[in-house]
């Protein structure tokens, strides 16, 4: 290798790092920019409301980030905080980590509930369709067994109705032949 095409390698390098830098730079100042206007449209309410859920997840990302970092030794956690500049920054970092730590944390809780009111629905509409299937067997066999006994029972009755009625002609022409001879013998006798 020439050194010219060192050299020319080395600015080419030199220039690539360049053009990665300054679109970092770029990109950084594009993401404060969009956040600025973001932050300008918001109306009070909406700026009210962010305050507030800042102030219950900021706590509670604190406090889970504290447990998490408790075990760490204490010179890890005040290296950070030698010079007033650096301080500044790593409580920037620290708040929005707290930020971001209680975001998830509201987040897995809510994902979490979902998940058990999902669970109890399921578990609420499989109970009542069970319930509902049995209650519907149950009536279907319930007339299908009183159907039967009704027809059984209507079977039996046309069946002692015949019986009786034949009893009762019998009984009907005995008397009537009783009654024929009783008439035939008083008018024998008189």
């Known amino acids: 290798m020439s050194p010219t095409t060192t050299s020319q390698s080395a ?109 109890v629905e399921r578990e609420l509409r499989q109970r009542r369709t069970g319930v509902t299937r049995t209650v519907k067997q149950n009536r279907t066999r319930v007339e299908r067994e009183f159907k039967r006994n009704r027809t059984q029972v209507e079977r039996q009755v046309k069946t002692l109705r015949t019986d009786l009625e034949k009893r009762v002609d019998l009984v009907s022409a005995r008397a009537e032949k009783a009654v024929a001879e009783v008439q035939e013998r008083v008018a024998g006798t008189s």
């Not at 897995?108 to 998940?115: D, F, G, P, S, V």
């Open 11 to 119: 600015a080419a390098k030199k220039a690539a790092a360049t053009r990665r830098a300054n679109a970092r730079k770029r990109s950084a100042a594009a993401k404060q920019a969009a956040a600025t206007r973001e932050l300008n449209q918001r109306t009070p309410i909406k700026q009210a409301t962010d305050y507030a859920g800042r102030a219950v997840l900021i706590p509670v990302g604190a406090a889970l980030v504290a447990r998490d970092t408790f075990v760490d030794s204490v010179t890890e956690v005040a290296k950070p905080y030698r010079t007033r500049d650096t301080a500044q920054r790593q409580l920037e970092r620290d708040i929005k980590r707290f930020e971001r730590r209680g975001t998830t944390a509201r987040n897995r809780a809510e994902r979490e509930l979902k998940k058990a009111r999902t669970r």
